[in-house]
């Protein structure tokens, strides 16, 4: 039988010492590292732990690049793994430059990036694993931990799955994104190429600057699940900008902001069509289905079908916040009379009359603001999913006679 376990022969994991509010460095040391040695044992070549804030990204590059690893593990919550895969997909770059080509392309994404990806939850909101169909609630606890490492090496079904990528403005001068988030975060010696002999710091030829997506001005981001504009991402503005408790600050700034945030007026251009043209307090643009721990912003969104599904609430007040809010969880808000579901988008186009602009988040980490343009990949990140998930069952169900199980 082929299964993870003896499909690939480099394995590299990165996991979050602090996630979960610093539980992550012993569920790591108590689950999973044992459960790593048991399935994958001397394939396992690298682990490496984050140092700081987005440095799973550099950790990623480097399992890619200097280690050769044909399967990364994140291990961590939403955030981990959306700085994990922009690490991954720039090393791809940095290896061939063009591995992302034709990626937009209606009938096929081309061929897929040539290393896996594969996450298992040690966060606190693990919002994407929710949308794979599998309980998280219990991932705290060896027996979960023991199932969710017997489906990866086993049992999981590798499937090539959609990315999303999204191009902003920067935020440079407010102070309120951290430095690191507007940088690309690689190893420091592929930042920069010399330009006379084409060889890198690291004395590997290579004329290729495709990695180094970024210019003064703007960025790219590539994320795994959903991305949001409005007042979520202010909220998380205001929280990472506090010395109180996360967990303490969200739930009040939540309701803070519900009472202060001013709704910009949002322009939102769909496969070159204006769709919306008015106030919104939030616009999620989705692969995925969840968000904020559970609510079920885009509950059609599937992460195989090469399209995005789009939300937008428009300008709720106070008074709109209970009954949207609730229904947001069930995934009933999709007919309520404030809400705009829109989808089979492959390019998103959002920008505010707002001078200040929109901050923009994904995967729950705010990385600059509006003007900025969404654009769908296509089939071209390898993922690892349990063979029950709703979401594989999708896959077979999109490519149909033409599907191509790998596993």
């Given at each position: ?24 460095k ?20 690298q ?9 799973g ?21 939403d ?24 990626s ?18 040690i ?80 004395g ?17 981001r ?6 949001t ?10 929280v ?26 949002m ?14 307090e ?5 692969n ?40 947001l ?5 999709t ?41 769908m ?31």
């Amino acid at each position: 039988m082929d299964t993870v376990n003896n499909k690939f022969e480099r394995i590299g994991v990165i996991y979050n010492p602090i996630s979960r509010s610093g539980q992550g460095k012993q569920l790591f040391s108590d689950f999973i590292q044992p459960l790593l040695e048991k399935y994958f044992g001397e394939k396992v070549k690298q682990i490496l732990a984050t140092k700081s804030s987005g440095d799973g990204s550099r950790c990623a590059f480097e399992l890619v690049v200097k280690h050769n690893c044909d399967l990364i593990i994140s291990c961590g919550g939403d955030g981990h793994n959306f700085h994990c895969l922009n690490g991954l997909i720039r090393g791809c770059l940095f290896l061939n430059k063009d591995c992302l080509n034709n990626s937009n392309d209606n009938d096929s994404g081309g061929e897929p990036l040539p290393v896996t990806f594969a996450t298992l939850p040690i966060g606190s909101g693990n919002d994407f694993y929710k949308g794979l169909g599998i309980n998280v609630d219990m991932a705290y606890k060896e027996e979960m931990y023991s199932f969710l490492m017997k489906m990866l090496a086993v049992d999981g079904k590798v499937i090539e799955i959609d990315i999303g990528s999204v191009t902003y403005q920067k935020d440079i001068t407010s102070g309120l994104i951290p430095d690191v988030i507007n940088r690309e975060l690689i190893p420091e010696e592929y930042n920069v190429l010399d330009t006379a002999t084409t060889t890198t710091a690291v004395g590997e030829d290579n004329n290729n600057k495709a990695y180094l997506l970024d210019s003064e001005t703007k960025g790219t981001r590539f994320f795994l699940n959903v991305s949001t504009l409005g007042i979520g991402p202010e909220v998380l503005v205001a929280v990472n900008n506090s010395s109180i408790s996360k967990e303490l600050n969200y739930n009040f700034q939540s309701l803070w902001k519900q009472l202060t945030y001013n709704n910009p007026h949002m322009e939102i251009e769909i496969n070159g069509e204006k769709k919306i043209d008015e106030i919104c307090e939030l616009v999620a643009v989705s692969n995925g289905c969840f968000i904020g721990n559970g609510m079920k912003v885009t509950p059609n969104a599937k992460i195989v079908d090469g399209t995005f599904d789009l939300c937008a609430l428009g300008n709720l007040r106070i008074w709109d916040f209970p009954r949207v809010f609730s229904k947001l969880f069930s995934g009933t808000h999709t007919d309520d009379h404030q809400v705009k579901m829109l989808n089979n988008a492959t390019n998103v186009k959002i920008s505010s009359k707002s001078e200040q602009g929109v901050y923009v988040e994904c995967d729950g980490e705010v990385i600059g603001k509006t003007p900025c343009e969404y654009k769908m990949l296509k089939g071209k990140l390898r993922y690892v999913v349990p063979s029950f998930s709703k979401q594989y069952k999708a896959y077979l169900e999109h490519k149909s006679n033409e599907c191509k199980v790998i596993l």
